[in-house]
């Protein structure tokens, strides 16, 4: 892949998933770039669910690991942080059928210069006259490609995200936090962890145009895009009041 560190694909997934989840894996093993690992995390208590065809998955490149909590989507990216936290982390959904390019596309957009988090769907935040976030129906949904990373937009889970090591503050693995501020709006708290450590997001491509398998569709663990952030228990404004997060410029990485 051609990175200066190691590249790890994570993912999450829950019983309602796991028919399809075989399906995802195998794509996600079948990338012309390939990571250094792709790791599975499950709820302990769903471990013992897993499908036969799964766990044969399972070696060289995948491993399944257990996570004690049931933190939600948090699942995807929390605990990758905590066992990788030098590598560079892309998080996969576990209902798409992946491209072949579509690791290859995430780690070609990647700029070691700027620091910033790429991924390839996004809206815009917009804002009062005093910086403080607007409600949800005030964003710009689904916004277009962006040049370079900015402190408006906020990349959704739908099409991979990649991160690079460091980008997100320490603070990003404080379960009792996350789970008091947005517990079903993970998008929005991994935005502010960023904006924290001076980094933006960019988004690449023309949105997703990879497949979700049909058996999967209304069994998301939390919805996708603005319908979830909007029926999620959490206000961005006051996730922005509680971290402390601002829309100043997105810093490189030698300020």
Request: glycine share 8%; with cysteine; hydrophobic share 40%.
């Amino acid at each position: 892949h051609g990175l200066p560190c190691p590249l790890v694909v994570s993912l999450t997934s829950y019983p309602p998933r796991f028919p399809t989840l075989h399906l995802t894996l195998m794509t996600l093993l079948s990338q012309q770039v390939l990571p250094d690992r792709v790791v599975l995390y499950v709820f302990d208590g769903d471990h013992a669910s897993l499908p036969r065809d799964v766990v044969a998955l399972a070696g060289d490149l995948l491993d399944i690991r257990r996570v004690p909590t049931d933190i939600r989507s948090y699942k995807k990216l929390v605990p990758a942080l905590g066992d990788f936290p030098q590598a560079f982390i892309a998080t996969a959904d576990d209902d798409v059928r992946y491209r072949s390019t579509w690791l290859g596309e995430l780690v070609s957009a990647h700029d070691p210069a700027v620091r910033e988090v790429i991924g390839r769907r996004a809206h815009r935040i917009r804002t009062d006259a005093s910086g403080m976030i607007l409600p949800y129906r005030d964003w710009e949904q689904r916004v277009e490609s962006t040049i370079q990373a900015d402190p408006s937009i906020l990349l959704t889970g739908v099409g991979g995200i990649l991160y690079p090591p460091g980008v997100l503050s320490p603070m990003a693995t404080d379960e009792s936090s996350f789970m008091r501020l947005c517990p079903s709006a993970d998008d929005v708290w991994f935005y502010f962890m960023a904006r924290l450590t001076g980094a933006a997001c960019r988004k690449i491509g023309q949105g997703p145009k990879d497949h979700y398998w049909e058996p999967s569709q209304g069994v998301a663990e939390g919805g996708h895009g603005l319908a979830r952030l909007g029926a999620a228990k959490a206000d961005p404004a006051v996730v922005q009041a509680a971290v402390g997060g601002s829309f100043g410029r997105c810093r490189s990485k030698e300020d």
